[in-house]
Nanobody, 123 residues
Framework: QVHLAESGGGLVQAGASLRLSCVVSGQTFSRYAMGWFRQAPGKEREFIAAMDWHGGSTDYADSVKGRFTISRDNVKNTVYLQMNSLKPEDTAVYFC????????????????WGQGTQVTVSS
């Protein structure tokens, strides 16, 4: 059974940085796409970033381009989301996701999801 465990969330002030981590267990994920989504209170879950299995393709939501960076370590079965210049509107629960259908420049429909980690950015 695949298990995803996010960590690294917290409460920070606007302009600060955070790095989220997501460790995947239960399968070898080195040949699968991975990504991050978020859901703010009262809003639908939205796509943030995705990366293909070898890191050759990445996509970002317009709202985070230039501030967030997705990366992965296939040896550690871990995907990261480096978040810089955080804004109050980045406040949300952040979910990592793995496998599924990823078409760079088009869409990412994951198969497996983590439980989420809360990120709160104060003004």
């Amino acid at each position: 059974q695949v298990h995803l465990a996010e960590s690294g969330g917290g409460l920070v002030q606007a302009g600060a940085s955070l790095r989220l981590s997501c460790v995947v267990s239960g399968q070898t994920f080195s040949r699968y796409a991975m990504g991050w989504f978020r859901q703010a209170p009262g809003k639908e879950r939205e796509f943030i970033a995705a990366m293909d299995w070898h890191g050759g393709s990445t996509d970002y939501a317009d709202s985070v381009k230039g501030r967030f960076t997705i990366s992965r370590d296939n040896v550690k079965n871990t995907v990261y989301l480096q978040m810089n210049s955080l804004k109050p509107e980045d406040t949300a629960v952040y979910f990592c996701a793995v496998d599924g259908e990823y078409v760079s420049g088009s869409h990412y429909y994951p198969t497996f999801w983590g439980q989420g980690t809360q990120v709160t950015v104060s003004s």
